[in-house]
């Protein structure tokens, strides 16, 4: 005979998460949308964290062709670090929706100005210093080591933390991002993980290259 659960199957009780990022990710982006609509439906708060693939990735050669997405997200990174350091959550949200409609919908090429451009139509012109200030670094690199303490090791970009005791995750990978029913039923999975014990890894091979879904 099989024994009644012990823990309730519905989601916890969350209401607000940590979503650590790079903005230089599609497939970052393509989950950060997804979470957008599925916490807003749910009442749920995002608060925006660095996960910097320049840190992850330090000490590593980096080809040619990518030297500028590393060079733009380390000026990114350090705007978002002075906004957080000011309280500006919201205009973190801001910064990283303009970029991600230039960058992952328009495809425009992700480079140092287009940093100084975002901050300045997403409201955090008073911040734009800090793109050049290598004094934030040393929070971007705290931000992420925080993010793989919390999902690690041998993860990436993006995690999502919420609970408490805080509990990290790394993904979901989504291509293109859910939406409506089935983007609500995925958080509530997701969600739902942090009560399973001994819960490390669900995985499925990609079929597709990143989809960015709908342009904000």
Same mark, same amino acid.
């Given at each position: 005979?099989?024994?009644? *659960?012990?823990? +309730? *199957?519905? !989601?916890?009780?969350?209401?607000? &998460? /940590? @979503?650590?990022?790079?903005?230089?990710? !599609?497939?970052?982006?393509?989950?950060?949308?997804?979470? &957008?609509?599925?916490?807003?439906?749910?009442?749920?708060?995002?608060?925006?964290?660095?996960?910097? #693939?320049?840190v992850l990735n330090a000490g590593r050669d980096i080809p040619e062709e990518y030297r500028s997405l590393v060079a733009s997200g380390v000026g990114a990174h350090r705007l978002f670090a002075a906004l957080r350091d000011a309280g500006r959550n919201d205009l973190v949200?801001?910064?990283?929706?303009?970029?991600?409609?230039? &960058?992952?919908? +328009?495809?425009?090429?992700?480079?140092?100005?287009?940093?100084?451009?975002?901050?300045?139509?997403? =409201?955090? =012109?008073?911040? #734009?210093?800090?793109?050049?200030? !290598?004094?934030?670094?040393?929070? &971007?690199?705290?931000?992420?080591?925080?993010?793989?303490?919390?999902? =690690?090791? +041998?993860?990436?970009?993006?995690?999502?933390? @919420?609970?408490?005791?805080?509990?990290?995750?790394?993904?979901?990978?989504?291509?293109?991002?859910?939406?409506?029913?089935?983007?609500?039923? #995925?958080?509530?999975?997701?969600?739902?993980? /942090?009560?399973? *014990?001994?819960?490390? /890894?669900?995985?499925?091979?990609?079929?597709?290259?990143?989809? *960015?879904?709908?342009? !904000?």
């Amino acid at each position: 005979m099989s024994q009644s *659960p012990s823990q +309730d *199957p519905s !989601p916890p009780t969350i209401v607000s &998460v /940590e @979503f650590f990022f790079d903005p230089g990710c !599609p497939w970052t982006w393509a989950t950060s949308r997804w979470l &957008v609509e599925a916490a807003a439906a749910r009442q749920i708060t995002i608060e925006w964290r660095s996960l910097s #693939l320049s840190v992850l990735n330090a000490g590593r050669d980096i080809p040619e062709e990518y030297r500028s997405l590393v060079a733009s997200g380390v000026g990114a990174h350090r705007l978002f670090a002075a906004l957080r350091d000011a309280g500006r959550n919201d205009l973190v949200a801001e910064a990283y929706t303009e970029w991600g409609r230039r &960058v992952h919908h +328009d495809a425009e090429p992700p480079r140092i100005e287009l940093v100084r451009a975002v901050a300045l139509v997403s =409201g955090a =012109g008073d911040w #734009l210093d800090a793109i050049d200030d !290598p004094s934030w670094d040393a929070a &971007v690199e705290a931000s992420t080591h925080e993010a793989v303490g919390l999902a =690690g090791p +041998d993860v990436g970009s993006p995690v999502i933390a @919420f609970g408490e005791p805080r509990f990290g995750i790394f993904g979901p990978i989504v291509s293109p991002p859910p939406i409506g029913d089935d983007g609500l039923r #995925l958080l509530d999975l997701v969600l739902t993980s /942090e009560t399973i *014990p001994g819960f490390f /890894e669900l995985r499925r091979g990609r079929t597709t290259g990143p989809l *960015p879904g709908a342009r !904000p």
